[in-house]
């Protein structure tokens, strides 16, 4: 299962792309809610996209969550994890990489493969 994510990965598409579903922003929030670990690419942490994470009382409490912040200020890397923390109930470890996507993804790719068996 685990090669298999990747290749079901190449479907991504951005959360505007996908507002025309009536039912996305449900199954993001339960994604969100079964997440045992949450990796944000190419994000841009906008309010519109922000917006999407409130909290759910049943909540599982992933244990991190790694994020792409690429060419971002560093400035506003303590806003993004205290918003992060908030929006998402995270009491976990946020990690800002000023790495690219694949990057990212090629780290942390035995860890994602372990998770999914």
């Known amino acids: 299962m685990g090669a298999e994510l990747f290749r079901i990965s ?12 009536t039912d996305v922003e449900q199954q993001i929030d339960e994604a969100l809610s079964r997440a ?8 841009g942490f906008h309010r519109q996209n ?5 909290p759910k009382a049943d909540s599982r409490q992933p ?20 918003h992060l923390s908030g929006a998402v109930r995270l009491k976990c470890h946020i990690t800002l990489r000023d790495e690219r996507a694949l990057e990212l993804l090629a780290r942390l790719q035995p860890r994602i493969m372990m998770l999914v068996g």
């Open 63 to 82: 244990s991190d969550v790694f994020c792409t912040v690429y060419k971002m200020d560093s400035g506003n890397h303590a806003a993004i994890q205290a």
């Open 36 to 43: 045992v670990l949450i990796i944000f690419i190419g994000f």
């Open 50 to 54: 922000l917006a999407m994470f409130v």
């Open 10 to 21: 190449e479907g991504i598409r951005t959360y505007t792309e996908q507002r025309q579903d």
